[in-house]
């Protein structure tokens, strides 16, 4: 059997995760990153994207806007801004994720991060397959 770490998801809403996974693919802010147990401790901001989780029942998958995730040799915590889990993500809040993301962009100062980050969801859109 594989080795494990404790994973745990939750967003200012509610928990939405907490199990032993194998491996969990983080949509990090400087680039995509693999945890597994052993792991450096490290701490990454997250950009718009798709998490990914494998754990013995499967992979399981969530939709982040941001965040943090908190990463050491036995556990991986994410602190999402908004979560939602794959399976019930719907066309139209993701609709809604997105015209958020361009609002926030046309009264932004930071106006390269506001683009990066629709486009990070545009991008999040097509890995979901919605």
């Known amino acids: 059997m594989a080795s494990t770490v404790q ?6 809403e509610r928990r939405l995760a907490s199990f032993a996974a194998t491996e969990v693919q ?3 802010a400087d680039g995509d990153m693999t945890a597994m147990e052993g792991h450096a401790a490290t701490i990454t901001s997250l950009r718009p994207g798709v998490l990914r989780v494998v754990a013995a029942d499967g992979e399981k998958s969530f939709i982040v806007t941001g965040g943090f995730a908190e990463i050491s040799a036995t556990g ?4 999402a801004e908004q979560a939602v ?13 997105v ?5 926030a962009a046309a009264v932004n100062s930071d106006k390269d ?3 990066k980050a629709v486009a990070d969801l545009y991008a ?7």
């Open 124 to 130: 999040m859109r097509a890995a979901a397959g919605i």
């Open 26 to 28: 983080i949509p990090g």
């Open 85 to 97: 889990p794959l399976n019930e993500l719907t066309a139209a809040t993701l609709d809604a994720l």
């Open 76 to 79: 991986v915590s994410v602190l």
């Open 99 to 103: 015209a958020d993301a361009c609002e």
């Open 7 to 12: 994973f745990d998801l939750v967003s200012p």
């Open 113 to 115: 991060a506001a683009d």
